[in-house]
């Protein structure tokens, strides 16, 4: 079955660029996404990347998907206090009857201003 | 504003005692599921629906029960609540396109089965 796999913890001084990284293991997944979960907050969907593509870029956010390695990651540039949050990564496999989507357990993300 | 809605956000309630968790979205989304979001286990699909009374089960459904009479609404009810269903559950709502695929997460109600 499928497996999304995340570090729990990252920590980061305000400024500096976080990554956060994700793997998974159903090669056949057409979109990959990350959300975002704010304390008490729901789920924010930050951005997706269709499988075709390496790299998506909007505003602070990069994400870089190595398909190879099937290795997704999510970089935040200059780093906010505000981004504080868990971050989600997800996969979506088109085989899927359902469309469910198959979560990572979350990286919480801790800057330390 | 597009928008998932859940109601009630918290939700305290004894074993037993039936109850209804109501979602709606208004985005003309025709496919809409239900999370729960649990520690350590992150989040599992319990039921979803591709559209007006088409439902069906997701990796962890026993204990819950769903209905799609309209597009919008997708409301998950729990017959005989207990405690291992207490936790934070999520509605969701699909969006698609020629090059998108994203789903909407409601903001969540916290359920407490004593």
């Known amino acids: 079955g499928e497996d999304v796999e995340q570090s729990l913890f990252l920590s980061v001084r305000e400024g500096d660029s976080s990554v956060i990284n994700c793997t998974y293991t159903?090669?056949?997944?057409?979109?990959l996404y990350w959300y975002k979960q704010e304390p008490g907050a729901g789920l924010q969907l930050l951005t997706y990347i269709f499988s075709n593509m390496d790299m998506k870029q909007d505003q602070r956010l990069t994400v870089l998907l190595n398909k190879k390695d099937k290795h997704l990651s999510l970089r935040i540039a200059d780093t906010q206090t505000g981004d504080s949050a868990i971050y989600f990564c997800a996969e979506r496999d088109p085989g899927a009857g359902s469309y469910q989507l198959t979560f990572g357990k979350g990286t919480k993300l801790s800057v330390i201003p | 504003e597009a928008q998932v809605t859940q109601n009630p956000r918290y939700l305290i309630t004894v074993t037993g005692k039936k109850l209804t968790v109501t979602c709606s979205q208004n985005?003309?989304?025709?496919?809409m599921s239900w999370y729960r979001q649990d520690p350590g286990l992150g989040l599992r699909q319990i039921y979803y629906s591709m559209n007006v009374e088409v439902t069906d089960k997701g990796d962890v459904p026993e204990g819950y029960k769903v209905s799609r009479k309209e597009k919008r609404n997708f409301p998950l009810i729990l017959e005989s609540p207990s405690p291992n269903q207490t936790s934070l559950y999520f509605c969701?709502?699909?969006?698609?396109?020629?090059?998108?695929?994203?789903?909407?997460f409601g903001p969540g109600t916290r359920l407490t089965v004593l």
């Open positions: 159903d090669s056949s997944s057409t979109y």
């Open positions: 985005m003309n989304h025709e496919y």
């Open positions: 969701a709502s699909r969006n698609s396109g020629a090059y998108s695929d994203t789903q909407y």
